[in-house]
């Protein structure tokens, strides 16, 4: 049919439908374009506090930064010269300019499966989907388990995204504590307590951000317990899976479940220090077929939405994953864990604070002893001025649901964080008072 047939076959059509009365008075008569509800209930809560803040540095210190979760900001961490040439070789060999699978390509994700599969949890290229960065593989994941109206189950403190991705399907977020006095496990007791007929799914994230803790093999054999007891799937978030302390072990948590079927979402980001490169996956690992089609298959239609990660950085993925020298790994993880030894160190002895010292990730995090510290309301209030007095900028704990502690990123340059810590320390020095029974006893 050619295009003036085409023509005279809609007008002809056109012409036989008039436009009824009650069309043309329901025709608006203004416009009025509005934000949809998904849009409205989109809060990033790091974002809405951090933009509430007055952060003015002070004009005689050269402001540090130990709030962004980036470790490329400084160039200190630079990727290993491996990475970047397999991405030179992708891009050289024009094979990787036009769309993949939704799901990625086959041989980059038999590469993610043969990296990631162990005994205890084998993996097969069916069972991996390529992602724009582990912040969609776990968007997809949340999208896949839970409807609106469901609950799940999230860490506090813990990675602010988990709850702005679900609220914004209207899926309700529970939290289940972590204890900071037990190097941040998990509160079972509280977290059996929250399930409930509509929880769907329970989110593990180890190592942690905010936190640094490194759970160990017991206790992530106990968080299975309680999913298996009431048949709650599990999303788990490895994106540092493997940046822990070399006294350290990370135990993945597929490779402990018989029973409880697992989604695990993680990346290149943070352990090749490349988070730009959007680079992220979804390891399937099902149990007693309970996940079956439908979840795969939900999650392959989820995937289509956006025709998956970045084609180049999948075309290097095989050659990152198998030739990255376990130095580079090591050299990473040793200066994680010595300017967190620094940090520690400086801030255990300092009066109101009481850092938790870290096995993992890229963070630590430190407690205020508010009431040593009169004039501030708050952390926000606490770390606010910090900045304006001392230029050095902690993310209050408030954006992890978690008032009074603040976190810090380890990544900055040895002498960036000495200087931080001490900058710290003179601020506390300056603010801090005894309470009236401490003030008693030191007058006698």
């Known amino acids: 049919l050619d295009s ?3 023509r005279i076959s809609v007008h002809h059509v056109s012409a036989r ?4 009365a009650a069309k043309l008075k329901a025709r608006r008569q203004r416009w009025n374009v509005r934000a949809s509800e998904m849009s409205k209930n989109t809060l990033n809560p790091i974002r809405a506090i951090v933009d509430g803040m007055k952060l003015t540095p002070n004009p005689e ?17 630079p990727t290993d010269d491996s990475v970047l040439q397999a991405m030179k070789d992708a891009i050289d060999s024009h094979k990787f300019n036009g769309y993949a699978p939704s799901v990625g390509y086959l041989q980059s994700r038999e590469a993610v ?7 205890g949890a084998p993996l097969e290229a069916k069972d ?12 997809l994941a949340i999208s896949a388990l839970c409807n609106p109206g469901d609950n799940i189950l999230v860490p506090c403190p813990g990675f602010s995204l988990y709850k702005t991705l679900a609220v914004s399907v209207g899926v309700q977020v529970k939290f289940y504590n972590l204890l900071p006095e037990k190097s941040w496990e998990v509160d079972l007791q509280h977290l059996e307590s929250l399930i409930d007929d509509r929880t769907t799914c329970l989110i593990v994230n180890n190592p942690s951000n905010p936190c640094g803790s490194v759970f160990t093999k017991e206790h992530l054999r106990n968080i299975l317990a309680v999913a298996s007891r009431h048949c709650i799937p599990i999303l788990a978030d ?3 899976g493997d940046m822990v302390s070399q006294d350290c072990e990370f135990h993945s948590l597929a490779n402990l479940s018989s029973d409880v079927p697992i989604l695990s979402c993680g990346g290149l980001a943070k352990r090749w220090l490349v988070p730009g490169w959007r680079m992220g996956w979804i390891l399937i690992h099902d149990r007693n077929n309970i996940f079956g089609s439908e979840i795969r298959e939900a ?11 970045c084609t180049v950085v999948q075309g290097a993925l095989e050659s990152i994953l198998n030739n990255t020298q376990a130095e580079f790994y090591q050299s990473t993880i040793g200066f994680l864990k010595s300017n967190s030894e620094i940090c520690f160190a400086e801030l255990s002895t300092v009066p109101g604070l009481n850092p938790v010292m870290p096995s993992g990730a890229m963070y630590l995090m430190v407690g205020i002893e508010m009431e040593h510290f009169p004039e501030f309301q708050n952390d926000v209030d606490f770390t606010e001025r910090l900045v304006t007095e001392q230029s050095v900028f902690c993310l209050p704990a408030t954006a992890f649901e978690y008032p009074n502690f603040f976190r810090i990123v380890v990544t900055v340059p ?4 000495v200087e931080a810590c001490g900058r710290i320390r003179e601020f506390c020095a300056r603010h801090y008072r005894p309470l009236s029974q401490e003030s008693n006893d030191l007058d006698q």
């Open 299 to 309: 999650l392959v239609k989820l995937s289509q939405r956006i025709l998956g990660a």
């Open 113 to 119: 499966a043969n990296f990631y599969s162990q005994a």
């Open 238 to 240: 490895e994106i540092y």
């Open 61 to 77: 210190k050269p402001m540090i930064a130990l709030s962004i979760g980036d470790p490329t900001v400084f160039g200190n961490l």
């Open 128 to 139: 991996v989907i390529l992602t724009s960065g582990c912040s969609q593989a776990i968007e």
């Open 4 to 6: 003036s047939l085409l």
């Open 17 to 20: 439908v008039p436009v009824s």
């Open 414 to 417: 040895e002498e960036m964080m």
